[in-house]
């Protein structure tokens, strides 16, 4: 069982930035993929980024220039550093990792971003 433990978030004015950490334990094999997803209230959870073991990254459209994924396979840990953030960018931001064929998911963290 792959545990997420999540960290960052936060209340942050329209421009600025924040950084999201997530690590993981208990995995037994490779996590393949490891990400973030994000939820706004009455919307669907979506990809924001994703990156896999090779290093090999995915972006939403909406985010690309502003967000970076990293990852460090040693650690098992995913960071997504996010700049110029907008208000359109505040929801639940909920990691995500796949080992084998199953999804893990983190508690999810706030992300705020005022006008």
């Known amino acids: 069982q792959v545990q997420l433990a999540e960290s960052g978030g936060g209340l942050v004015q329209a421009g600025g930035s924040l950084k999201l950490s997530c690590a993981a334990s208990g995995n037994r094999f490779t996590i393949r993929v490891m990400g973030w997803y994000r939820q706004a209230p009455g919307n669907q959870r979506d990809l924001v980024a994703r990156?896999?073991?090779?290093?090999?990254?995915n972006y939403a459209d909406s985010v690309k220039g502003r967000f970076t994924i990293s990852r460090d396979n040693a650690k098992k840990t995913v960071h997504l550093q996010m700049n110029s953030l907008k208000p359109e960018d505040t929801a639940v931001y909920f990691c995500?990792?796949?080992?084998?064929?199953?999804?893990?998911w983190g508690q999810g963290t706030q992300v705020t971003v005022s006008a």
């Open positions: 995500h990792a796949r080992e084998s064929l199953t999804n893990y």
């Open positions: 990156i896999a073991s090779d290093g090999t990254t």
